[in-house]
Nanobody, 126 residues
């Protein structure tokens, strides 16, 4: 059974930082690109960042570029999202997911991902 478990969310003041983690089980983690998405109340799920299977390619949404950093540790079967300079508009439930495209590229759309974590809440106060 494939399972991703996110952790690290919480409440932080604007300008603060959080580090999200997503631990994988039930799948050969190193074979898949991994992505982070977020969903705010009343909004659609949106792409945040993606990292390819070997960590040599990453891509980010414009809204987080320069503030967020995605990384992965294939030995620990874990992907991370370091979030700095957080703003109230970053408030959302954050999800990790594995790409259905395997090792190919760094997909940015929801449809290119198959297995999802349960999400972790990030709240940024002003």
């Amino acid at each position: 059974q494939v399972q991703w478990v996110e952790s690290g969310g919480g409440l932080v003041q604007a300008g603060g930082s959080l580090r999200l983690s997503c631990a994988a089980s039930g799948r050969t983690f190193s074979l898949y690109a991994m992505g982070w998405f977020r969903q705010a109340p009343g909004k659609e799920r949106e792409f945040v960042a993606c990292i390819n299977y070997s960590s040599d390619t990453t891509t980010y949404a414009d809204s987080v570029k320069g503030r967020f950093t995605i990384s992965r540790d294939n030995f620990k079967n874990t992907v991370y999202l370091q979030m700095n300079s957080l703003q109230p508009e970053d408030t959302a439930v954050y999800y990790c997911a594995s790409s259905r495209l395997g090792r190919r590229g760094v997909p940015t759309i929801v449809a290119d991902y198959d297995y999802w974590g349960q999400g972790t809440q990030v709240t940024v106060s002003s």
